[in-house]
């Protein structure tokens, strides 16, 4: 990422030093093959599309991967060493990745977690079979990374999953333990199992998918967006949540586009575009090329944005840019819906104080300032905008969601019962509630930036949806637990109930956690935070 991008977003004198402080990598950039060639690809095709990646201005905007998907396998020999296909690349892999290289681009490549790729499964790919990794895991690490020269790999699941049912975090550890036995384990890893896997896997790969593939279509986008609302807590620290490949330039209106591109940022998903560079369309290369937006996406601290406030249909995410707990966030206001909408949200909500000064990322222009106290968005259907907003100040927040929890034992598999998951509730603040917390002492939930100016006394009011039998086991920090016996369910029609109890929080950062270790907790929706007075 160059530095004019970071400079656009950090305050005068800020940038190196924050940037210096990031010790990770920010989310992959770059093209891929299968959203417009599937497995019908070749040589020629890549080098085209490299070409192009770098005659457009794309590479000097960030974009560096070219990353070649399902369908250049061949067949393996007697000694199982992979061949590529000798129609569409008759002279190999190596060739390719070393071209990808002197273009100062780098190069990813594919395989499948089992025995089958997926387009031998989807396709009909008769070379897929047996390609996969499943069995030749050392020896296709050796060839792909250091024979063939390739910086990244999509490890899909079709031949693992939907056809051997093999266990997700046992297999994908087999194969990150074997790229590190030979020397590879400077590879960035994509785990491309069409959910949120599970906590596992942030030590073994950069990103990990959390939908099933993406279509040029609006209720695709739509679809893994709902997917990834709730997901915050689990990108940090150079682990991100994979949205899947760009369709921008595939069909998608230039609104829909907006929303698709500038959501990706905001929620700092990879960015790898799906169409032909070739042939794309001024208007998508130009949204592709929005410096603006590539900068939040980019931003050193790698952080992901959270719903902040539902308003009708619609939502309002934020985001921290340049600095933790500074003065300026990235804001979008999100329409999914059908019809207008209208959408305001306090400043205090956004816990930024005094005149704010406001900018238009999509349409990269500056705005009024705002100094009444609410910022506010009149909305289209499928569309979006997205601001960058500095206050004067920045204030303790008031609420803390239940979605923005970290949750060690989430998954979205789908696999077993009555695991915790984040579930729709429309009574709750942010429309969803934690469900099936507890039962045992490692499915907690865990807010670890809970944060006081000062320190001292505090009211904590928690909102939740009563359980039968239910406790809720709170701990502030690493004191001992308090221990919260809510009302039981309510015959009246009220779903949510409240709680409230005195705690104490140190300056700074605190962290605290919230679970059942014998017994079910009831469904959370949020906590609130009132400062008593000295």
């Known amino acids: 990422m160059n530095r004019l991008l970071l400079a656009f977003l950090l305050p005068a004198g800020t940038m190196i030093a924050t940037a210096q402080q990031r010790n990770f990598e920010p989310p992959i950039m770059g093209w ?8 019908d690809i070749n040589d020629r095709l890549i080098r085209r599309q490299a070409g192009a990646m770098v005659e457009l201005g794309l590479k000097d905007k960030g974009y560096r991967y070219i990353n070649i998907d399902d369908g250049f396998f061949g067949h393996r020999d007697a000694d199982g060493k992979m061949h590529t296909h000798p129609e569409r690349f008759p002279d190999g892999l190596k060739g390719i990745a070393e071209h ?20 031998s499964i989807w396709d009909n790919d008769v070379n897929g079979v047996g390609a996969g990794l499943y069995g030749h895991e050392h020896e296709d690490a050796e060839l792909y990374f250091k024979d063939w020269g390739f910086d990244f790999i999509k490890i899909d699941y079709c031949g693992a999953g939907q056809e051997l049912n093999l266990d ?3 297999r994908y550890s087999e194969i990150r333990r074997a790229f590190d036995d030979v020397g590879c384990g400077n590879v960035s890893i994509n785990i491309c199992r069409w959910a949120f896997p599970g906590t596992w896997a942030k030590d073994l790969a950069q990103s990990w998918r959390i939908s099933g593939d993406i279509a040029p279509d609006w209720n695709s986008v739509k679809h893994i967006i709902g997917k990834n ?11 991100y949540n994979d949205m899947d490949m760009l369709e921008i330039g595939r069909g ?17 998903s990879p960015l790898l575009i799906g169409c032909d560079l070739t042939n794309i369309p001024d208007a998508s290369l130009r949204l592709l090329s929005n410096e603006e937006l590539i900068a939040v996406n980019q ?15 619609g939502y309002i995410l934020a985001k921290d840019i340049g600095k933790l707990r500074g003065n300026t966030r990235a804001v979008a206001f999100y329409n999914p819906s059908e019809s207008p909408c209208d959408m305001e949200i306090a400043t205090k909500d956004l816990e930024l104080s005094g005149t704010l000064r406001v900018r238009d990322l999509v349409q990269r222009r500056d705005l009024p300032d705002v100094r009444d106290g609410i910022l506010r968005a009149c909305l289209q259907p499928h569309s979006v905008k997205i601001l960058r ?5 920045r204030t303790e927040p008031e609420i803390y ?40 002492r490692e499915n907690h939930a865990v807010w670890d930036e809970v944060y006081s100016e000062n320190g001292g006394d505090y009211l904590m009011t928690i909102d939740y949806v009563p359980r039968p039998y239910s406790k809720i086991e709170v701990a502030i920090n690493q004191e001992s637990p308090i221990n919260i016996v809510p009302e039981s369910p309510r015959n009246d029609g009220q779903k949510l109930a409240s709680t409230t109890v005195r705690v104490r929080l140190n300056p700074g950062f605190n962290r605290i956690t919230m679970g059942n270790a014998y017994g079910w907790t009831p469904d959370i929706d949020c906590f609130r935070l009132k400062r008593l007075a000295r």
């Open 389 to 393: 907003v500095e206050g004067e100040g």
């Open 100 to 119: 990808i290289h002197a273009l100062g681009l780098k190069a990813g490549i594919y395989s499948d977690a089992g025995s089958n790729t997926c387009g």
């Open 168 to 170: 997700e975090e046992r």
């Open 252 to 268: 998608l209106s230039p609104s829909e586009e907006e929303v698709h591109f500038g959501i990706w940022c905001m929620m700092s």
């Open 401 to 440: 969601e239940a979605e923005w929890a970290y949750l060690p034992c989430f998954q979205d598999l789908g696999k077993t019962e009555k695991d915790v998951f984040y579930a729709p509730c429309p009574e709750a603040s942010g429309g969803t509630v934690l469900q099936y917390l507890g039962g045992r």
């Open 229 to 239: 609302l709730y997901l915050s807590a689990y990108c940090r620290d150079g682990h």
């Open 32 to 39: 891929s093959s299968w959203n417009t060639y599937r497995v």
């Open 299 to 313: 931003d050193p601290l790698g952080r992901q944005a959270k719903v902040i406030l539902r308003v009708g249909e």
